[in-house]
């Protein structure tokens, strides 16, 4: 990926933060942007010690914020060739996984906010640059939950199952000018997201029993995915939702 430029958001942490660091070894440079400035910088100060990487602070909700960022990198980079739209949100705590008739209003409406219009405000403006430069790669994160339903968590499955939606529209849309648009669906992977629920033994039993390889993932398996489904190693691979999730789905 020498010469070429990709931007990820939601990467403060967790996948986010790995995939930066799978691009900037692949010899991309990075873009770097979360809502959390702070954690966004470290990242892009691992990065730098691959290449170039430069963090910008960005919601992923704001449509003004997200033409900035994308235009943001255009100015520091000159183009734009990647793009893994990964912010994202769950719910903060246990009490608040409720079924679906008591999901709170407010929370509803965020997790939609950042999971689902994040992601299409992403696609919106890099995909503007991306078929004008004549090509690019874009990778959604999508999940297990986009593509079945979990208990609990209605908010967050309409989102990623949304995500699912976003991406088969766009590859079907974008194609014709050398855009191709996959999404990762994780498992439970270890991140600061999960770690409300992965407190409580009764979930954790049951998420890792639900999994053919028993152990949550690391972010960097994810990332992996991402960056393979970005590289040219997946030329004829769009609107694919690709599964990282210690085989569940093989049971
Ligand atoms: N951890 C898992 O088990 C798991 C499983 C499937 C999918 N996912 C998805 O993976 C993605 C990354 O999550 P993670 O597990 O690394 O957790 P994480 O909490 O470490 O990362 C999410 C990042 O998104 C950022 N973010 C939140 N709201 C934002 C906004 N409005 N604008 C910009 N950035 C914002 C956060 O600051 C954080 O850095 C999410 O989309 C999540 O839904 C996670």
């Not at 079907?172 to 996959?182: F, H, K, P, S, T």
Request: with cysteine; charged share 20%; aromatic share 6%.
């Amino acid at each position: 990926m020498e010469g070429r430029v990709a931007l990820i958001t939601g990467a403060a942490g967790g996948i986010g933060r790995a995939s930066v660091l799978a691009f900037a070894e692949a010899g991309a440079r990075v873009v770097v942007a979360d809502i959390d400035l702070t954690g966004a910088e470290e990242t892009a100060h691992l990065a730098a010690q691959m290449g170039e990487a430069i963090a910008l602070r960005v919601d992923v909700t704001r449509a003004d914020e997200v033409a900035a960022l994308v235009e943001r990198a255009i100015t520091t980079f000159g183009r734009l060739d990647y793009a893994h739209n990964n912010a994202g949100v769950a719910y903060p705590s246990l009490a608040a996984m409720t079924p679906t008739a008591d999901q709170d209003e407010s929370l509803f409406d965020h997790i939609l906010a950042v999971n689902l219009k994040g992601v299409w405000l992403g696609m919106k403006y890099e995909i503007l640059r991306m078929v004008a430069q004549g090509g690019g790669a874009i990778v959604n994160t999508s999940s297990i939950l986009g593509l079945v339903g979990g208990k609990g968590m209605a908010a967050y499955v309409a989102s990623k199952h949304g995500v699912a939606g976003l991406t088969k529209t766009a590859a079907l849309e974008y194609a014709r000018y050398g855009v191709r648009v996959n999404a990762v669906c994780p498992g439970v992977v270890q991140t600061r997201m999960v770690e409300p629920m992965l407190a409580d033994p009764k979930i954790e039993r049951g998420w890792l029993q639900s999994q053919a390889i028993r152990r949550t993932a690391e972010p960097g398996e994810i990332a992996a995915a991402a960056l393979w489904l970005c590289s040219d190693a997946a030329s004829f691979v769009t609107g694919h939702l690709l599964n990282v999730d210690g085989g569940q789905f093989a049971q």
